[in-house]
């Protein structure tokens, strides 16, 4: 029920396998007899039953891995773990940050030290960062990326009623996965073409580009004072800080989907 099969077959999709096709109906036999269907010599015929174009790829599939069985998949275990310790901590540290900004920003107003003042002071200068073409491109990437959220989470917890819900709202389990490949389609066109433009762009500005300047994405040892100056701006020890042309939590935003789409790419 946890296997992609599984949960494809929970939310209505019941052309997956189920026990009998992989075990057949009648002789199913230990994983190391040689006879069982599923003994790793007779396997991949079984797949190709349903997958005809299945390669020797196939046998690292593992229709019962379990990230909670930590004696029998250990990688799995601990890749749970470890992503689960990566989210909570993500979560915790950008509310706090969240929470003090929101804390900050409402005393300052209170206070009158807020962004109204500087409004009339003469020697702001405001620039628009991305032209409309990379503002739409922009929208793009995050609708695909709130889709894929949409799409992989409900097939993540098909047992939940908002899952099939949500299921039922998007025309159904097939049609969900064709809606969920064009997001990622979507999403990886708009992400390889970014990495592009900007292999296009450093290449241009070789001899002059600074990788740890202020318009570069790369993070630096300035990110972490700035993330200090922040912290005791939150707490009324400073100022409200200044920042380059990026700020560590848009640098942080901006490596997060080369983060994801790793990992979601090599563990598909
Ligand atoms: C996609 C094919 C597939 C489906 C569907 C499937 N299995 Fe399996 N099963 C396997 C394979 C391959 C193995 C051997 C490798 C392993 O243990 O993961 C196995 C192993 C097992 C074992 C351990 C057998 C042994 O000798 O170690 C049990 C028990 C089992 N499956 C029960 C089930 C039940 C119950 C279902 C339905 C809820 C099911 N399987 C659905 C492919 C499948
Ligand atoms: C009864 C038919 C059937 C059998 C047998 C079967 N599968 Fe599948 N499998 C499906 C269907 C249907 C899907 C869903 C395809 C989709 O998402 O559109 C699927 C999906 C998958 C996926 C996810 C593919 C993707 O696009 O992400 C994997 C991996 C997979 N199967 C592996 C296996 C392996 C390994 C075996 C043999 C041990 C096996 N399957 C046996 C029917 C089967």
Known sequence: MASYHGQVNRLGYTNTAKCF???TGHSVKKANDPTSSVHPDNRLKNCKNCHKQATDSFLAFQPHGDPDNRDKYPWLYWAKQFMQALILGVMIF?????LLWLYRELMDRIRNKGFEENLDQPDIVYFRRFTPVWRWIHALFAIATMVLVLTGTSLLFPHT???????DALGGPKMEGIIHRTAAVTWLSIFVF??????????????????????SMVPSWNDLRDLRKMFLWFFGRAERPDFCHWTYWQKFDYWAPFWGATIIGTSA
Do not use: E, L, P, S
């Open 94 to 98: 950008f509310w706090v940050h969240v």
């Open 161 to 167: 009623a908002w899952a099939k819900a949500v299921i």
């Open 21 to 23: 096709d992989c075990h």
């Open 194 to 215: 970014h990495i592009v433009v900007v292999a296009v762009n450093v290449w241009r500005q070789r001899k002059t580009f600074n990788w740890f300047g202020g318009t």
